[in-house]
């Protein structure tokens, strides 16, 4: 298995606003952007199943509820539109 190095000083500053730096190493380097941006390991490991040719799992419906229900009233607005919004896009 190959290991990915990289100089530390070949890497953008990470903010929490991207960079197009940033945007670019991560497309350049495969690298997860919420991995990059918030240490989600998550992220990290739906990166590293990637470049070991692993599916990703897709949550269930129950477990979409269930974080969904979790949201405050505001995030659920938020999400509810951005839904709306990618389901009109593709009509």
Not at 2 to 9: D, E, I, M, T
Not at 63 to 78: D, G, R
Request: with cysteine.
């Amino acid at each position: 298995m190959a290991r990915h190095r990289v100089a530390a000083g070949n890497a953008p500053k990470v903010l929490r606003s991207p960079s197009e730096a940033l945007v670019g190493y991560c497309t350049r380097h495969g690298c997860s952007f919420d991995w990059m941006l918030e240490g989600c390991l998550k992220g990290l490991k739906r990166m590293m199943d990637a470049r070991r040719g692993r599916a990703a799992a897709v949550p269930s419906t129950a477990a979409i509820v269930a974080k969904y229900a979790q949201l405050s009233p505001e995030e659920q607005a938020i999400v509810t539109a951005e839904i709306k919004r990618i389901l009109e896009r593709d009509q």
